[in-house]
């Protein structure tokens, strides 16, 4: 019965699917479902073209069931709280689903009501936050659906998600990263929203205690690196994990703890006392990497899960091997490597002519696209991972400085439409110094 009653409300709040043949993300219309039945009909798939018409039929049923609903939401218009559509089903999406969701909601003076039902694991985040509102109740999820999912009293899925048009075009009124510069500006530190219950935080500390001993949280680092045996998605947001080695070594020989996020699939590694691994497809686990992450030295990850944990806890994040049109590593003290990237000609892109191009919107987003007009990406190195690290942890130890010259150039001259124009961060020096011809203009 609890997978059941998970299956359902999973299927009725997940807020996008992707459209063929491209697979471009993008919002539930009745013009998107349409065209995916269409297309998979046309090319013989006809089991997917009947679940695409399920989900056609159930919008209809769905979309009437609104208006009834509508007196109830013309109420909460006027009042101030205000739904958010969030996809729990995988740790990322709720994590970024959250921070810009909720932040949004208090831009506009309005207080956020987030549902999950007890019967799904990450309901666990009522005993986590001490400030934000969390309805696990089973029978209201279900009730609430309707008022969920009417946008104008609800945060839908292009507030945070990359979402597109059939043109190719990014939906949503700011990007994401433009709300987290706005809340940050108005509000600071003066409103702890993510703020961590005091019970959850003692437990978790005599978990960490018994779990970890002899490791001081204050010079742990958290890695994460999301490899080639996590799910089967693309190479895009993936990495090898050799390429970490140099780093670990250097953080252990320098003092610091390093405990790596892994999951059931992952290859069990071995170095020094001071490097533990922890298995997050634990439950208990998934649980105990907020306080972890919250509380750690820093946060080392790529575009997957816990990098949205880091921006929520506002941890210090170095990110690494982005393949995107944006970054969690946001803050002063955060630091990020782009994949570089090939075009057809076998030559590396350069990174301002790809921003101007909408290359991380219109093909980054789709593998098929990519490879369509032979765009390849390449992953970060040994020497370049570890060399942002050494300036990532110089930040963190107060020894902060301001960006050089050839940083701030690349910043200011990214254009606003990405996310990389909203953040106080900075690209690796040593990457910039590395690579200068990809943070020229070469287009004429």
């Known amino acids: 019965m609890k997978n059941f009653i998970n299956k359902v409300l999973l299927y009725i709040n997940i807020t996008y699917i992707f459209i063929y043949p491209h697979k471009v993300p993008a919002p539930i219309t009745y013009k998107n479902?349409?065209?995916n039945i269409i297309w998979f009909s046309i090319n013989k798939h006809f089991k997917s073209s009947f679940k695409y018409f399920a989900r056609l039929i159930w919008k209809i049923f769905f979309d009437f069931i609104k208006i009834i609903y509508l007196p109830i939401s013309i109420c909460f218009y006027f009042s101030k709280y205000r739904f958010i559509q969030i996809n729990y089903s995988q740790i990322g999406s709720m994590g970024e689903q959250l921070k810009y969701m909720v932040e949004y909601n208090c831009l506009r003076n309005k207080k956020s009501l987030i549902f999950i039902p007890r019967t799904q694991t990450r309901s666990h985040i009522k005993k986590i936050f001490i400030n934000l509102n969390i309805i696990d109740s089973i029978i209201l999820n279900f009730l609430a659906l309707p008022l969920i999912h009417t946008n104008f009293i609800s945060c839908d899925a292009t507030i945070s998600n990359a979402l597109y048009d059939t043109s190719g075009d990014r939906m949503g009124k700011d990007?994401?990263?433009?709300?987290?510069?706005?809340?940050?500006?108005?509000?600071?530190?003066?409103?702890?929203?993510?703020?961590?219950?005091?019970y959850y935080v003692d437990e978790m500390e005599k978990h960490f205690s018994n779990k970890f001993k002899n490791f001081d949280i204050k010079k742990t680092i958290i890695l994460h690196v999301r490899d080639e045996?996590?799910?089967?998605?693309?190479?895009?947001?993936?990495?090898?994990?050799?390429?970490?080695?140099s780093t670990i070594k250097y953080l252990l020989d320098n003092g610091y703890f390093v405990i790596r996020l892994t999951h059931s699939k992952s290859k069990i590694l071995k170095f020094t006392d001071s490097y533990k691994e922890l298995n997050t497809d634990d439950s208990f686990n998934q649980f105990f990497q907020y306080y972890l992450i919250s509380k750690c030295k820093g946060l080392m990850c790529c575009s997957s899960g816990p990098a949205s944990l880091g921006a929520l806890l506002n941890t210090p994040i170095l990110q690494i091997n982005i393949f995107s049109y944006s970054t969690y590593a946001t803050k002063k003290n955060d630091v990020y490597l782009l994949k570089k990237v090939k075009n057809k000609d076998n030559e590396l892109s350069s990174y301002i002519d790809l921003f101007n191009?909408?290359?991380?919107?219109?093909?980054?987003?789709s593998l098929a696209r990519m490879n369509q007009k032979g765009y390849v990406a390449i992953e970060?190195?040994?020497?370049?991972?570890?060399?942002?690290t050494k300036e990532f942890i110089g930040l963190n130890n107060n020894n902060f400085h301001n960006m050089n010259d050839d940083q701030k150039s690349f910043t200011q001259n990214i254009p606003k439409k990405s996310g990389f124009g909203y953040v106080e961060s900075r690209i690796s020096s040593y990457f910039q110094k590395k690579y200068p011809e990809l943070f020229k203009q070469k287009i004429n």
């Open 175 to 198: 990007h994401p990263l433009k709300i987290v510069q706005k809340f940050e500006k108005k509000f600071g530190n003066s409103l702890d929203i993510f703020k961590l219950n005091q």
């Open 380 to 388: 970060n190195t040994e020497d370049e991972i570890l060399e942002a």
């Open 357 to 365: 191009m909408d290359f991380f919107y219109k093909y980054a987003v």
């Open 33 to 35: 479902l349409i065209a």
């Open 229 to 245: 045996s996590f799910l089967s998605t693309s190479y895009l947001r993936n990495a090898s994990f050799e390429n970490y080695f």
